[in-house]
């Protein structure tokens, strides 16, 4: 019987934690294709389920991790053979269905990607979630009309890992992209990465927000809500289109109907759990060909799985920029 190391999130006594646990490949939850694991990743979403800091896991105990890339090891499914090398991200895994931070992963087949031409495991999970989010937000702004052309492109938390990405993806495809952030000490890394210029959060004046202000913004990729979703809003030129992905400031949005029926501003949003797996792939081939980012190893950091604990205090204290790699295999 096959055996394995995986870090799993335990409900006991009410407390919400983490460890190391030996486990059989029998014990994992049922699918259709067994995969050598060989990376994960370590999203805000990880770490909010693995510190309890955040109401995520739904079935106790679970092996957390979002995201995996590996090789097939087993499958009933005859599009997948031994030795392919696959990507599965979303749907149940990690909080309902045991995850990536596993020696192995057993998972259903229609949760499963297979690996793009363009991409090996190490990048697929150089982006994960977060790649694929910010890949999904340029693919639905581009869908509305979106171009070059049409103007700068503002993104909002842009030192994290959905951010960095979409810095370098939109920079990458022509756009000038201007970077928000509250870490002026990160302005050379957003500038390296593709940003054409940095503004400060702690510049704006979120107290006296106006249904309309200066029409600056043909895109926008937002990671915080709250105030700063409801500025760019306002800020939007006439046909923009907002992508919103994210809510690390705030779930709350108080914003008027002015930017949408005034200036035709379309307001996105991008739900990278639930995507059909027919876009899903799509997706995931432009990952691969056009909107490759240029610079991961500039966004990734690889560490590994013995390390991964200390992670997510990091992640929780806003300590890490770009992606973080667990290397499992």
């Known amino acids: 019987m096959t055996t394995l190391k995986a870090y799993r999130i335990f409900n006991e006594g009410g407390k919400v934690a983490g460890r190391y646990a030996n486990m059989?490949?029998?014990?994992?939850?049922?699918?259709?294709?067994?995969?050598?694991?060989?990376?994960?990743?370590?999203?805000?979403k990880d770490a909010l389920a693995a510190t309890g800091a955040g109401?995520?896991?739904?079935?106790?105990?679970?092996?957390?991790?979002?995201?995996?890339s590996g090789t097939v090891e087993e499958s009933t499914d005859a599009r997948f053979r031994n030795g392919d090398a696959v990507i599965a991200t979303s749907y149940d895994i990690g909080v309902a269905h045991d995850g990536g931070y596993a020696e192995y992963a057993r998972i259903p087949r229609g949760w499963v990607v297979p690996m793009p031409k363009g991409l090996n495991m190490f990048e697929a999970m150089a982006l994960g979630t977060a790649g694929f989010t910010a890949a999904l937000a340029v693919e639905r702004m581009e869908h509305e009309g979106l171009k070059p052309a049409n103007g700068p492109v503002i993104v909002t938390g842009a030192t994290g890992g959905v951010g960095s990405i979409a810095v370098d993806i939109l920079s990458a495809c022509g756009y000038r992209v201007i970077a928000l952030t509250g870490k002026e000490a990160e302005s050379d890394y957003l500038k390296r990465i593709g940003a054409a210029d940095v503004m400060l959060r702690n510049g704006l004046d979120l107290s006296r927000i106006k249904p309309l202000d200066k029409a600056t913004w043909a895109g926008a990729v937002d990671n915080l809500g709250g105030d700063v979703l409801s500025w760019i809003a306002s800020t939007m030129q006439v046909g923009g289109t907002l992508a919103s992905i994210g809510l690390a400031a705030s779930h709350a949005l108080n914003t008027t109907v002015m930017p949408f029926i005034l200036r035709g501003v379309s307001l996105l949003g991008v739900d990278s759990v639930n995507t059909p797996m027919e876009l899903r792939e799509k997706v995931w081939r432009r990952l691969g060909t056009d909107l490759k980012p240029r610079r991961l190893q500039s966004i990734a950091t690889t560490v590994n799985f013995t390390d991964l604990p200390g992670v997510f205090e990091k992640v929780m204290k806003a300590q890490v920029r770009g992606r973080t790699v667990v290397k499992i295999g």
Not at 26 to 42: E, H, R
Not at 55 to 68: E, N, Q, T
């Open 24 to 44: 059989n490949l029998d014990d994992l939850d049922a699918g259709d294709v067994v995969i050598k694991v060989a990376y994960s990743s370590v999203n805000f």
């Open 55 to 68: 109401k995520i896991i739904r079935r106790f105990p679970c092996v957390g991790g979002v995201d995996l």
